[in-house]
């Protein structure tokens, strides 16, 4: 199929410049706040900081991943950062957000810089009330529990702390579905043996433990003998996921009382006994689509059921972060994916397909800015 120009940050006022321009200041600042980092790290943010507004760097000679990036930068080293495709920029900000607070060596190593802020949202009184709320899932049939359960780890993506920096948002509000292929999911599950069901996780806390109660229901409906949860190798885009979030979401869950604590210690007996299953791919911090998944994590979708694609930056990473026209039709720019895929995910960046000329002006003519502001979400299904 023709493809689309790649998203670049080149514009002001759009919305990957405001990225750039706006949230990642903001996001350095927030971090420097987070943990009491020594002068010698402050520095570093504050190098960052000027950095990231001129053109781009490689990384220094003495990290361990600098050949890496070099390859992966290639042209782009000694351009604007508003010059490259957004997808890798943004990328490469977190990867030098890491270095400048020391997580890959000395004394600050493996130390995450976004964990503050991810713990803080395990203890609030909204994930409490998520919490107890899963006790009323015993009066539904398995269809509404299905339903809902969807509905919760869909809206629990707006749970992405990298955009409250720059959003402000009522988080237990939901919003309208601008596609709703959920039915297509349940249909291919229940139309197939029990398999593997992959589930790409985004955020952690309130968006991770509605992810893993979903598992735990497709595990328990006997819909997935296995799930395979994709986190992050290392902390990526604020709140993405990394095992010891996982862990985390599991002992809150467990804490908790009623179907929660139930869930929690069930999920924990399941990566206990290996039915499910975390991984953490490299690939999946890469600046790149999942067009170019390595073999290894390809033959992982593809020996699926289905995959769960959760979140924004997922969505953009499965589609192609490009100027697709919003009639494009999901199925197609999928058909490279390497088996069937769902996605999930509220709106947080311009990318969209799967949307009809008169739906989109129907959208456009609210004056909301529907698409990056988290008030839209969607279900797409490609089930072949
Ligand atoms: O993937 P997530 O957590 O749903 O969203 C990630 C996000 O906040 O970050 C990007 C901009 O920084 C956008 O893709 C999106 O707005």
């Known amino acids: 199929m023709d493809t689309a120009p790649e998203i670049v940050s080149d514009e002001a006022g759009s919305f990957p410049w405001s990225v750039l321009h706006d949230r990642h200041p903001a996001l350095i600042d927030k971090v420097r706040h987070g943990l009491p980092y020594p002068p010698m790290i402050q520095r570093a943010l504050d190098e960052l900081a000027e950095q990231t507004q001129d053109v781009i760097r490689p990384l220094p000679a003495s990290a361990a991943d600098h050949d890496l990036w070099r390859e992966r930068a290639g042209e782009y080293l000694g351009r604007s ?8 920029s943004e990328s490469y900000f977190y990867r030098l957000l890491l270095g400048a607070v020391g997580y890959f060596d000395g004394p600050w190593r493996g130390v995450d810089p976004f964990e503050p802020f991810k713990s803080e949202e395990l203890r609030t009184g909204a994930l409490a009330r998520d919490l107890a709320a899963l006790d009323d899932l015993d009066r539904l049939s398995v269809a509404d529990q299905d339903a809902a359960l969807l509905s919760a780890s869909l809206w629990g993506n707006r749970a992405d702390l990298g955009f409250q920096i720059s959003t402000r948002l009522d988080q237990d509000g939901q919003g309208a579905l601008v596609a709703d292929q959920s039915a297509r999911l349940w249909e291919l599950l229940a139309g197939s043996a029990p398999g593997t069901v992959c589930v790409v996780a985004d955020n952690a806390a309130r968006e991770l433990v509605p992810d893993l109660v979903l598992a735990d229901q497709l595990l328990t409906t006997g819909r997935a003998r296995t799930v395979v949860l994709h986190v992050k190798p290392h ?15 599991l002992r809150t869950m467990s804490a908790a009382s009623g179907r929660a604590a139930l869930t929690g210690r069930r999920l924990w007996r399941s990566v206990v006994d290996g039915t499910l299953v975390v991984r953490a791919h490299p690939f999946s911090c890469a600046p790149w689509s999942y067009h170019r998944a390595p ?43 390497p088996g069937p895929v769902a996605a999930i995910r509220t709106l947080k960046s311009d990318v969209v397909v799967g949307v009809s000329d008169e739906q989109r002006a ?22 072949r």
Do not use: C, I
């Open 81 to 88: 950062w508003y010059a490259v495709p957004f997808l890798w």
């Open 235 to 249: 902390p990526y885009y604020v709140s993405d996921a990394v095992t010891a979030d996982v862990v985390a979401a």
């Open 295 to 337: 073999a290894d994590l390809a033959d992982d979708f593809a020996s699926a059921t289905v995959t769960v694609m959760k979140g924004d930056l997922n969505y953009r990473r499965l589609v192609g972060d490009r100027e697709w026209p919003n009639a494009t039709a999901f199925e197609a720019v999928t058909a490279y994916f």
């Open 362 to 383: 129907r959208l456009d003519a609210t004056g909301e800015r529907w698409r990056t502001s988290g008030t839209h979400a969607l279900v797409q299904v490609r089930d």
